[in-house]
């Protein structure tokens, strides 16, 4: 039997990078160990015993607000879950946390199996066991608290960059242009926090080098 550490589990729009605006199911996996200091769900990072509920515990799944409790659930009993929850939507985002933290390779082979397309946001700092699977999107978001594995840049097909100041864009912004061909990977700039001076950067350094804005459209229009 299969298991994954789950936070929650809701539906709502992309409101980021590439997908921004797309209709989509949100699984957030509990665990992270590259603990940004401006990080906007540091309440799924730690895995300690006194945050985890009982297993298959989909009250927890459930929760319309953000919490740091967690439950062990079964791979398939997961992907019957989430299907249940809209009949229409089939853009699975898998986040965290960070994902690959677990190995997420069988609950994906059961969503894909589904009919599922499964987008992945990582920071990265783990090994993609997914690469090269049909309909499987990778969103790296690299950070400097840890750095993402070498290898990973290359099985990216969104590299998504948070930008708090210039320091982030130079660090990151040479390593991910050298990569760029025109198509694959996109280059998205977010501002951290939507904080103005950092949106006024990205936005600089998206017309200076023909890249995207990603702009966390969720937290404008107050959306989940």
């Not at 990973?152 to 912004?173: G, V």
């Amino acid at each position: 039997m299969h298991s994954l550490f789950v936070n929650e589990v809701f539906v709502s729009l992309q409101g980021e990078g590439h997908f921004a605006g797309t209709p989509a199911i949100f699984v957030r996996l509990q665990g992270c160990d590259v603990h940004c200091p401006w990080c906007d769900t540091g309440y799924a990072m730690s895995r300690a015993d006194t945050l985890r509920s009982g297993d298959n515990d989909f009250s927890v799944l459930a929760k319309k607000t953000a919490s740091a409790s967690f439950t062990c659930v079964d791979a398939k009993l997961l992907c019957d879950y989430l299907l249940g929850l809209h009949t229409k939507i089939r853009h699975l985002v898998l986040t965290g946390g960070e994902p690959f933290l677990q190995d997420i390779a069988p609950f994906m082979r059961l969503v894909l199996d589904r009919g599922v397309y499964v987008q992945v946001e990582t920071s990265g700092t783990r090994p993609i066991s997914v690469y090269g699977e049909p309909n499987v999107w990778i969103t790296l978001s690299p950070k400097r608290a840890k750095l993402p594995l070498e290898e990973n840049w290359l099985k990216a097909d969104e590299i998504k960059i948070p930008i708090a100041c210039r320091e982030d864009a130079d660090f990151f912004l040479p390593r991910a242009l050298e990569l760029a061909d025109g198509k694959r990977p996109i280059i998205a700039l977010q501002p951290v926090s939507q904080d103005r001076d950092a949106t006024r950067l990205c936005v600089e350094l998206c017309l200076q080098h023909n890249l995207h804005l990603s702009l966390q459209t969720h937290k404008y229009i107050d959306f989940r």
